[in-house]
């Protein structure tokens, strides 16, 4: 159990990264600054990590965060694997979708991880406190300031000798007589959820909508009338049903509420919840573990940057669980934001470095909240049309429907969406150097897998691959551009072309091609991005 810090003798503390949030997206920041080398302090308001956890599916992606930073093994020794999508219509199933087939090819991680957010929790508190670091608990935001620099904005343009032209002063209570403390920090990561104080105090929009309905959460034991190790989504005329087993006979089942299903005050109780489950899904469970309603937003933050400081996870965007994304999001933010700071603080990149945290991961959060709130409108409509198809369309074509959609859109394709391995981040031009002849469309693209490529990534450092090149070639390649090289056979799948060595950032993102032997403008590009250029 973890437990608070002690109290600094000091109430004055300095950092390089203040977080605010120990959720699932504080916490991967945390443990990869601490990876990396980083200086950094992580508190929350709470006493402790949640306990219970709307957040429930790992995707591909974190798995390969994890695999990165050696905790794969821990969650696959606790989770409960969902091998298989299955679709219905009330107590009728639809057909089977097999993940693990559409994603064998893409990462070694095919299924879909049931690892619900507080087990999130507690592999990262555990992970870095054996990495000599803790959570400062009951230590609660109250006041944010961006202090500009000497010579600089205060909009985090570089300063003297590439300080930072701003840096935070927060301050905290601890909730023990009104003793305050104050942190000095170089930079400031707000993760603390969709009430996010660093965001209300930086002043940063939260523009979006909510959704008309109210939704009903329970963790299900003893449950009866669906797939265990399956994603089960059932409709019916007027209502919704996602289903997540959660290993044995346990399940999280969310439903929509709608009026005619509230009680006599007006509230969705679990006992009209669970009738409803009965009547239109013929699901029951014997009690449970958790129960809760809530209505679901979609929104995002204006900026994800604000001078020395940043958002993450859920203080930077909320949407529907449709696909299991949100909490992956986070994690992939707070992933992406530690290996640029990495490169900042360890490596000495100009601060531009950080403009790319916004560049990239802004857009991923906009198509996500846009792309789920349209879908999530459209499955919980109430409109005559909607209800039509629910009920009359989807039951008679829903079986043909689930054989032929995968082979049209193409089940790796599909899979790469939700799995968050399709992700593409747009690269800006690299003055005076020109790009590659031809442009395969890898750069900007997470390193394809190709079934003995994942070990290198686990140092978390700038790397060349070469693909059934020439092992000196890779060698001299990555000793011109002073990173490690590696050598690999020739990609079994032909993504990764046998003439060109990729540069890899420490995320394991392509962001430069440097055709074999390498000299020249692609060489010179490549040099650029190693400098933040």
Known sequence: MATSAPADASTDLTTDVLIVGAGPSGLMLAVCLARLGVDAIVVDGKSGPTRESRALV???RSMELYDQLGLVDRVLAQRSPATRLIPGVGRR??????LALAGRDVTPH???TVFEQSANERLLIGALGELGREVRWGHRLERLLIEPGETGSGQGEPGEQGRPAASALATLSTGDDGHAVTVRARYCVGADGSRSTVRREL???FDGATNAFTFTLADAIGMRGLESQAINVR???RHIMLGFGMGGDRARLIGVVRDDDLGADGEASEDESRAVFRREFGVEYDESAWFTTYRLHHRLAARFREGPCFLVGDAAHIHSPVGGQ????????????ACAFADVLVDGMPESRLERYEAERRPVGKTL???TDRLFGLVTSDSRRARFVRSRVIPTVGPAAVRLIPRLVGLPRAFGFVSQTRIRYRLPDVAGATAPARDDGLLGIRLPWTGSNSEPLRSMRWQVHGYGVPERAVRRIAGELGVDGHAFAVDPHGRLRRDRVYLVRRDGFIVAEVPSPGTGAALAAARARLVGA
């Open 58 to 60: 790992v995707q591909a």
């Open 110 to 112: 095919p299924e879909i």
């Open 369 to 371: 909240v846009e792309t």
């Open 203 to 205: 002043e940063i929009p």
């Open 93 to 98: 199933e639809l057909g089977r979708v097999d």
């Open 326 to 337: 949100g909490m992956n999001t986070g994690l992939q933010d707070a992933h992406n934001l």
């Open 235 to 237: 409709v019916t005329e």
